[in-house]
């Protein structure tokens, strides 16, 4: 397992995160004997970084990775998020503070790594979508920052969805230190300039910004929820209704999405699309980890051996930019 360096926080992350969340659901619906032992073979693969959030099976994700880590005792990084309802937004300074506290609680731990707010970011707040604005994400990194001086967190980021402009200009503004961008085949815009015209959200090359601005980035939704696995199977313990991101309007137009990029696989790039995909988001060397939501152990294993098969070979990067700018013409 290769490690990068998670922007200006200093710490070392491993390419491959493993995704606590509700998509892949092993520590939200997964047994829990099956829990530990990814969690145990994780650690032997080299995998050092952990995502949860209240949010996961409304604080069953931290709950059980936090009985995992307790049993198994290893030295890793924990990230988990606050997100703010609307009545949170009446009073952040309460909500933010009561969050950490919570999930300090359900974790076992007595401080947070990475705390993230999970929030959209938009222009203007919009509390019935809990869309925050640029105002009260400032409010929520100053609370972060006196969670910090109270060695509760050791870093702060935000979640990198919602409106593309208003992303932008809380990266310029540089108060995170990190952000989770949304990267994958199907829409790469975060990392790779495209054309005007894609036919999805825009996300203007948001990761080269958050990069030059030293913050550490998570791409996340690398495999755009299981559809770039090019198959509507869902595994007993994942979620059984994705609802896309940046991308399609149904996840069967993203199962279609992904199946465009079958001739990785046909002319021997790749394995499968899940590894075509995965590599895709290490290719990016400003991409810090990969985060990939897990179900089971041979999921694990695949990610893991993906990503040591490195990045994609530039002919096939060459490739997948012809896909994407036909793409585009074919919409205007």
Known sequence: MKYRRLGRTGLEVSVLGFGCGSVGGLF??????????????????????????????????ETNLGLALKELKPDVLVGTK????????????????????ASLKRLGRDRIDLIQLHNPIGLQRQPDVRRVGADDVE????VFQKLQRQGKVRSWGI????????LHRIVAAGQADTIQCCFNLINPTAGVRIPDGFPFQNYEELIDHAALNQMGIIGIRVLAGG???????RHPTALQVVKPIASGQEFSDDITQARQFNFLVEERYVGDL????????????????????????????QAAASVNRGPLPPEALRRLNDVWTDQTLSKN
């Not at 609307?86 to 506290?101: L, Y």
């Not at 409010?139 to 100053?142: A, E, L, N, P």
């Not at 559809?227 to 199977?233: F, P």
């Open 28 to 61: 939200v619906r997964g047994d829990g004997q099956d829990m530990e032992r990814a969690l145990a073979r994780a650690i032997e693969l080299g995998i050092n970084y952990f995502d949860t959030a209240p949010s996961y099976g409304d604080g069953l994700s």
């Open 82 to 101: 606050v997100y703010l309802t609307a009545e949170d937004m009446e009073d952040i300074d309460r909500a933010v503070f009561e969050s950490v506290e």
């Open 139 to 142: 409010v929520s990194i100053q």
């Open 159 to 166: 979640t990198g969805l919602g409106d593309t402009p208003a």
């Open 227 to 233: 559809a770039l696995s090019g198959s509507a199977a």
């Open 274 to 301: 899940v590894e075509a995909a995965i590599r895709f988001v290490i290719t990016k060397p400003e991409v810090s980890t990969a985060l990939v939501g897990l179900s089971d152990l041979v999921q694990l294993e």
